[in-house]
């Protein structure tokens, strides 16, 4: 068979290919604890059901705008005043099948082939292939000072006359670092020195713990015109646990969302008005729900770091928001697939390898499910991989005898 070699340098999504391994093994019976998961376990808020369900029973359900319907738009307009501080127009604004085609529209619009395109490291599954389906060229930057926290000179020594546009996620999955003001600052700086496009992928900024203040990417911005390149991505996915709506948008200068319509145009038309309506429930609904989200995985990292950190050799990272932690099991394994596999064969506790986002001898570990399977599944990896656990573990009935050293 033939395919492009655009399509045969494509992976497929490590993390929706372990949803499917989950689900394939409890569909056997098998007790598995999924530490891999990239959603929240709580209801969508109930505005966004009703929202939705008043929509579907008047059986009318057609094509939308290409670029979301007005009453999306506003909402994201209000958003964005909310929690940017920052006016913008209808024709700022794109509303997508979730952050993931935001992105991915937004660097089809901007790149060219070849054209190169910075991350930190670690970095999310999908920008690598992202950048890639465009033709152009990912340029993942380690901290060289050997954190998750990504230092302005290093992405700075990566820059060549091909660098089109940086990606920022902060929080960031998978480390759940929260980058601090001084790099936001000047990264944006940085970008408009430049003349580069800065996405900022901010779809876990209302997940952050500690009292952390929330950083907003315009208040460090000189150019707030219609030239600016600063491509703002949100989605109602992680933060009103929304994940299966799939909805998300981009807010950027009226030129850059008129060329991303034209492409979403043809690619989807406009996503499913049911789930467009449903997003202007959550958004313009009361927002409890994800405060108590937040309270929640605070609390939730705070259990699964207490039991990571009584793991001898692992070294653990506190997160600052989102709900993944990334910590170093390279004292166990060096290669972060062959672990990840070891654990799912023996002890059913599924993780994402650190590979997959750019650091092997890592495992990204999510806390978004019940502390019973935070609790749990960390016991059962120390039961796993700990030399002088006992012989046999027990998972409910089931009895588990030690076949490896
Ligand atoms: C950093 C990051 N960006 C984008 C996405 C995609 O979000 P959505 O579900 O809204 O497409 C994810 C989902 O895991 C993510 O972690």
Redesign the pocket.
């Given at each position: 068979m033939s395919i492009s070699q655009i399509a045969r340098s494509i992976h497929a999504s490590p993390?929706l290919a372990l949803n499917e391994k989950a689900a394939i093994l409890r569909e056997k019976g098998d007790p598995v604890i999924h530490l891999g998961g990239?959603?929240p376990k709580s209801r969508a808020p109930i505005d966004a059901i009703l929202a939705v369900a008043g929509h579907l029973n008047s059986g009318e359900i057609r094509y939308s705008p290409p670029d979301g319907i007005p009453a999306l738009k506003k909402a994201i307009i209000y958003y964005t005043e909310e929690f940017y501080n920052r006016q913008v127009a209808p024709e700022n604004v794109i509303a997508?099948?979730?952050?993931?085609?935001?992105?991915m529209v937004a660097l089809q619009t901007i790149l060219n082939p070849q054209e190169e395109v910075i991350f930190p490291s670690p970095?999310?599954?999908?920008?690598p292939d992202m950048v890639r389906l465009c033709q152009g060229i990912p340029v993942p930057v380690l901290s060289e000072d050997g954190t998750f926290y990504p230092r302005i000179k290093d992405i700075e020594q990566r820059i060549s006359s091909y660098t089109k546009a940086v990606i920022i996620?902060s929080p960031?999955?998978?480390s759940g670092a929260m980058y601090s003001e001084e790099f936001l600052s000047d990264i944006v700086q940085f970008c408009e020195k430049k003349d580069l496009y800065l996405i900022m992928?901010d779809?876990?900024h209302r997940l952050i713990f500690d009292n952390k203040k929330r950083l907003n990417c315009y208040d460090y911005a000189k150019d707030l015109s219609e030239n600016s390149k600063l491509i703002v991505?949100?989605?109602?996915?992680?933060q009103y646990a929304m994940?299966g709506f799939?909805?998300?948008w981009a807010v950027a200068n009226k030129k850059l969302i008129e060329v991303m319509t034209n492409i979403q145009g043809h690619q989807t038309s406009g996503t499913s008005v049911l789930m467009q309506k449903a997003a202007v429930g959550a958004i313009n609904g009361v927002q409890s729900g994800v405060e108590s989200l937040r309270i929640t995985l605070e609390n939730n990292r705070n259990v699964m770091l207490d039991h990571l950190n009584s793991f001898t050799g692992v070294k653990t990272f506190k997160p600052d928001g989102?709900f993944?932690t990334f910590a170093d099991f390279s004292v166990y394994a060096k290669d972060s697939n062959k672990l990840s596999n070891f654990l799912i064969d023996k002890v059913q506790v599924l993780t994402v390898p650190g590979v997959e986002f750019g650091l092997d001898g890592f495992l990204r570990l999510s806390y978004c499910g019940s502390i019973k399977e935070i609790t749990e599944g960390i016991e059962r990896m120390k039961w796993a991989l700990d030399p002088d656990s006992p012989n046999e573990l027990y998972i409910g009935d089931r009895k588990l005898v030690r076949d490896w050293t």
């Open positions: 993390t990239g959603e997508s099948g979730g952050a993931k085609q935001a992105l970095y999310w599954v999908s920008y996620n960031n999955n998978p992928d779809i876990y991505i949100n989605s109602v996915s992680k994940t799939r909805i998300g989102t993944y």
